[in-house]
């Protein structure tokens, strides 16, 4: 069955259940097991920047049909402004195997699936 915005797969929606777990915890949830990354442009924004752009992941819950034509909450993206500057942010969640060698054999199963949260500029997509 291929999924779509209307109709996603049951793996679909338990993966998006554990993405959103992982991601609204940022990571602290260690029944979802994975990390979090961040570019080099995230990461030389000032703190200040970095917390409004954790805040924001964690609690994204705009998933529309453009960022989520899965329905695995696998995807999204915000735009900030600090100290006069615009940022348009990604953030995105990969499923790899334990060893975050290659793609997971079975991205439902927790127990052979690590995820990898980044976050980055648009630009650097």
């Known amino acids: 069955m291929c999924a779509t915005p209307e109709t ?13 777990r992982f991601r609204t ?7 979802v097991p994975g990390q979090i990354v961040m570019t080099r442009g995230v990461a030389d ?8 752009i954790m805040a924001r992941v964690q609690g994204f819950d705009t ?18 402004e600090m100290a ?8 995105k969640i990969d499923l790899y195997d334990t060893d975050y060698a290659m793609g997971s054999e079975d ?8 995820r990898v949260l980044t976050i ?6």
Not at 25 to 31: I, K
Not at 120 to 125: F, I, K, P, Q
């Open 25 to 31: 915890t940022w990571g602290a949830d260690f029944t």
């Open 45 to 52: 924004l000032s703190p200040a920047a970095k917390a409004v």
């Open 107 to 114: 991205p439902t199963n927790l127990d052979v699936t690590r």
């Open 63 to 80: 998933f529309t049909d453009d960022n989520d034509p899965y329905g695995d909450h696998s995807f999204g993206d915000f735009d900030i």
């Open 84 to 91: 006069g500057d615009s940022y348009r942010i990604f953030w």
């Open 8 to 20: 996603p797969t049951p793996e679909a929606i338990k993966i998006a259940e554990q993405n959103d």
């Open 120 to 125: 980055l500029h648009a630009s650097e997509y």
